[in-house]
Every structure is written in C-alpha cells, then in structure tokens.
C-alpha cells in the first residue's frame, strides 16, 4: 500500500495504543510528533478518517481526537480503503494493459497470489495488535 495509508496507519496505531474509550484525546500535532510524520499531513488524514467515523474529535484545549471503536473493532482494511483502491496495491510490472488483454504477464499468477495474501492480512488486523505498546 501507499506512503499515505501507511501514514494512516501509523496515525491510527498511536490512537490505538492510547485507546481508553475516548478519554485520551490527541491532537494532530501529539500524533505527527509521535510519529515523525509531518503535522499538516497527519490533520489532512485524521479529516478522511473522522468523515468515515473510525475516529471522533472534539476542537478546543480539552479537544483532540480519538478511537470511534475500540481498536478490536477496526481492520487495517478499513484504513487502506480509504487511501487506496485494491486494484492499485499490485500491478502488472508490464503496464495497466497487459494482463485481462491477452495472455497474462509470467508474473501474473504469483502477483495474484500475493494481492490475495496482503488483503486478507489487512482484513484479519485489527488495531488491537498496538494496544498497549
């Protein structure tokens, strides 16, 4: 997946490991620290987020964001999603118009194969493997 999805998750995974039901607030700026990503991307990621409900925030000094769910409930899938469509996480080294016109590339089957491992990866992940770290 893409620098941004994994920006995202690396975001989500510091919310995960502070998850407490929505008492710990961070800001944009806790997270980008904690993360070493920079605060202004980290802000544009916790909007995508925040609009698809895996996290709530709250403006002022109490403010900050926060896990919508607990972490057991979200998958990395629901992340990646967000960021990136499937079909764009593995592609054919030989162009967009290679393989589903023709014979497929000779690494078409084994590129199928790991597509298929990464998914389901992401859908059996759930934040809860960061709590507590």
Known sequence: YGKTAQNAISAMSYLAQVYDGGRTRLSS???AAQRKIAQPLVAKILVILSQADLISGAPGPRGGYWL?????AIALID?????ERAEDRLQCP???DWCGNGAPCPLHDKLSEL???FTCFLEGTRLDVFAGQ
């Open 115 to 117: 597509s298929e491992q």
């Open 29 to 31: 700026r806790d997270i």
């Open 68 to 72: 919508s769910k607990a972490p057991d």
């Open 79 to 83: 992340i990646v999603d967000l960021f």
């Open 94 to 96: 030989f162009g967009p």
